[in-house]
């Protein structure tokens, strides 16, 4: 296992038990018989409201905890993917060239060019020559 995937494994641990947390936190939407019958026990405004402003936080909480989870999730599948084909398909090296066919077309190649060069130089000498 590679030292990224441990760290996002940790943060997705981490980020798991913070949901599980806020989600517990949370009132359910439903009072039940109970909750219609008796009423809400706060009668002012402010009282009313507040309930409504804090689960109004913590279900942004969770949205953003819960998005940010996924997308995590997304990011070890893929880094975990890649690693993987990295490992059972690694970078081939070209294959060494050998060094005598080089030499010997090198060698070649310069026996040649020398040849061309001094047929040239006769050539050039012979109409000097001539000219005198």
Do not use: C
């Not at 590679?2 to 980020?15: A, F, N, S, T, Y």
């Not at 949901?19 to 936190?25: F, S, V």
């Not at 084909?85 to 970078?91: A, F, H, T």
Request: glycine content about 8%; overall charge negative.
């Amino acid at each position: 296992m590679q030292p990224l995937e441990i760290v996002i494994g940790i943060l997705l641990g981490v980020l798991g038990i913070a949901l599980i947390i806020i989600i517990m936190m949370q009132q359910g939407k439903r009072r039940g018989l109970s909750g219609t019958l008796s009423g809400s026990s706060s009668d002012s405004f402010f009282g009313k409201n507040k309930g409504k402003t804090k689960d109004r936080m913590l279900n942004k909480i969770t949205v953003i905890l819960a998005i940010v989870f996924v997308l995590l999730v997304l990011t070890l599948y893929i880094v975990h993917t890649l690693l993987e084909n990295k490992e059972k398909n690694p970078p081939s090296e070209p294959a060494p060239i050998e060094s005598t066919e080089v030499s010997n077309e090198i060698s070649e190649n310069a026996g040649v060019s020398e040849a061309e060069d001094e047929s040239t130089d006769d050539v050039s000498e012979d109409e000097d020559t001539e000219e005198e």
